[in-house]
Nanobody, 116 residues
Framework: EVQLVESGGGLVQPGGSLRLSCAASGFTFSDYAVNWVRQAPGKGLEWVSSFSSGGGITSYADSVKGRFTISRDNAKNTLYLQMNSLKPEDTAVYYC?????????WGQGTQVTVSS
């Protein structure tokens, strides 16, 4: 069974940092690209970042480019999102997502709140 479990969310002041983690199980983690997707209160889903399965290719939404860094540790089956210079508009539930043309799997999400 594919499982994705996020952790690391919380309340942080503007300008602060958080590191999210996503522990994956039930599949060969290194074989798949994985993504971070967020949903702000009252808004739709927004893709944040992705990390390819090979070649170390990363990509970011313009809204987080230069502030967020995605990484993965295939030995630990874990995806990370380092978030720096956080803004109130980064407040959202952050999801770890595995997407293929056949199916997609989502974690339960972790809440990030940026507020003074």
């Amino acid at each position: 069974e594919v499982q994705l479990v996020e952790s690391g969310g919380g309340l942080v002041q503007p300008g602060g940092s958080l590191r999210l983690s996503c522990a994956a199980s039930g599949f060969t983690f290194s074989d798949y690209a994985v993504n971070w997707v967020r949903q702000a209160p009252g808004k739709g889903l927004e893709w944040v970042s992705s990390f390819s399965s090979g070649g170390g290719i990363t990509s970011y939404a313009d809204s987080v480019k230069g502030r967020f860094t995605i990484s993965r540790d295939n030995a630990k089956n874990t995806l990370y999102l380092q978030m720096n210079s956080l803004k109130p508009e980064d407040t959202a539930v952050y999801y770890c997502v595995r997407i293929t043309n056949r199916d997609n799997y989502w974690g339960q999400g972790t809440q990030v709140t940026v507020s003074s």
